[in-house]
């Protein structure tokens, strides 16, 4: 069931991202990212009263430093999707698994086993990969792999929370701040939408909130390494997605970068099941 969860949780995000690539460049990454926000801030408060959590979590300074990344990491991301091919984007943003694991002995002091260098190795040669091709549309490449990193700090303070908090307590919070972050530099310019693009926007939260829940729900039912392994059925979701409503088809290099990330990141798990080690559970941003 966890495995099934998760499938339905890449699904949602996968389907948000593809709305996102369809607004373009008519809406503002920041004014997105404020939006999406404030419509799924009533969706995740009705989750977390149901459930009776806190409203607030306990580690106030940490949820700043996520929140900060995070919102660092949804804007660049939102960006990326907007000025370049899904599947190359989506390939990009799944190496921050690999990325997180050369931030975490900086930041929380965790050395990667030996065994997962090679994954990291095999990541980052497939992210080179992409990139080559990439020089079509430089800029937004590079914003990907930005955003990439932004998120592995982001969910490098996410284990701190862990420690601390509930995930959905901290989802909650960290939606309520990315809004109030982005507030400041929406609202003097907000560029109101279109009734079409407000049904694309509620869209995108609406399957972000929901693959958020269902991610949660995976990760609460099975260890978080196999768990997280089914995330990887985004890659062949985007591939179709990319191709069906953008005529979108990644180049070899890109192909042989994508498997390099994806082979990364699971071999990345294999070396956390062997040492027992939980995976932090993902989370939009």
């Given at each position: 069931?966890?495995?099934?969860y998760?499938?339905?949780a890449?699904?949602c995000f996968t389907?948000?991202s593809?709305?996102v690539k369809a607004?373009g460049?008519?809406?503002?990454?920041l004014e997105?990212?404020?939006l999406?926000?404030?419509?799924?801030i009533?969706?995740?408060?009705?989750?977390?009263?149901?459930?009776k959590?806190?409203?607030i979590?306990k580690?106030?300074?940490v949820?700043?430093?996520?929140s900060l990344?995070?919102t660092?990491?949804?804007?660049?991301?939102f960006?990326?999707?907007?000025?370049?091919p899904?599947?190359?984007?989506?390939?990009?943003?799944r190496?921050q698994?690999l990325i997180?694991?050369?931030?975490?002995p900086?930041?929380i002091?965790e050395r990667?086993?030996?065994s997962?260098?090679l994954?990291?190795?095999?990541?980052l040669?497939?992210?080179?990969?992409?990139?080559?091709?990439?020089?079509?549309?430089p800029?937004?490449?590079w914003?990907?792999?930005?955003?990439?990193?932004?998120s592995?700090?982001a969910?490098?303070?996410?284990?701190r929370?862990?420690?601390?908090d509930?995930?959905?307590v901290?989802v909650?919070?960290f939606t309520i701040l990315?809004?109030?972050?982005?507030?400041?530099?929406v609202?003097?310019?907000?560029t109101p939408p279109?009734?079409?693009?407000?049904?694309l926007?509620?869209?995108v939260a609406?399957?972000?909130?929901?693959g958020?829940?269902l991610m949660t729900l995976?990760?609460q039912?099975?260890?978080a390494?196999?768990?997280a392994a089914a995330?990887?059925?985004?890659?062949?979701?985007?591939?179709l997605?990319?191709?069906?409503f953008?005529?979108?088809i990644?180049?070899p290099?890109?192909w042989i970068?994508?498997?390099?990330i994806v082979a990364?990141?699971?071999?990345?798990l294999?070396?956390r099941i062997?040492r027992?080690?939980?995976?932090?559970p993902?989370?939009v941003?």
């Amino acid at each position: 069931m966890a495995v099934l969860y998760m499938l339905l949780a890449s699904a949602c995000f996968t389907t948000m991202s593809a709305l996102v690539k369809a607004i373009g460049h008519h809406i503002p990454p920041l004014e997105l990212v404020f939006l999406r926000c404030c419509l799924s801030i009533p969706i995740l408060f009705l989750i977390v009263r149901h459930r009776k959590r806190p409203l607030i979590v306990k580690a106030k300074k940490v949820i700043l430093l996520r929140s900060l990344f995070g919102t660092v990491a949804m804007a660049g991301f939102f960006y990326a999707l907007a000025n370049m091919p899904l599947a190359e984007c989506i390939f990009i943003g799944r190496s921050q698994p690999l990325i997180l694991s050369l931030f975490a002995p900086f930041v929380i002091g965790e050395r990667a086993p030996r065994s997962a260098w090679l994954a990291i190795l095999a990541g980052l040669t497939g992210v080179v990969l992409i990139m080559k091709p990439a020089m079509a549309w430089p800029l937004a490449a590079w914003v990907a792999l930005g955003a990439a990193s932004a998120s592995a700090l982001a969910h490098l303070w996410v284990r701190r929370l862990n420690a601390t908090d509930f995930p959905l307590v901290i989802v909650f919070n960290f939606t309520i701040l990315t809004a109030l972050f982005t507030a400041f530099g929406v609202l003097p310019f907000f560029t109101p939408p279109t009734p079409l693009q407000w049904a694309l926007i509620t869209g995108v939260a609406l399957f972000a909130s929901t693959g958020q829940l269902l991610m949660t729900l995976a990760y609460q039912k099975d260890r978080a390494p196999v768990v997280a392994a089914a995330s990887y059925t985004s890659v062949i979701l985007s591939v179709l997605y990319g191709y069906l409503f953008w005529g979108e088809i990644p180049p070899p290099l890109a192909w042989i970068g994508g498997t390099l990330i994806v082979a990364g990141g699971l071999l990345l798990l294999k070396a956390r099941i062997h040492r027992s080690e939980p995976v932090t559970p993902p989370s939009v941003g």
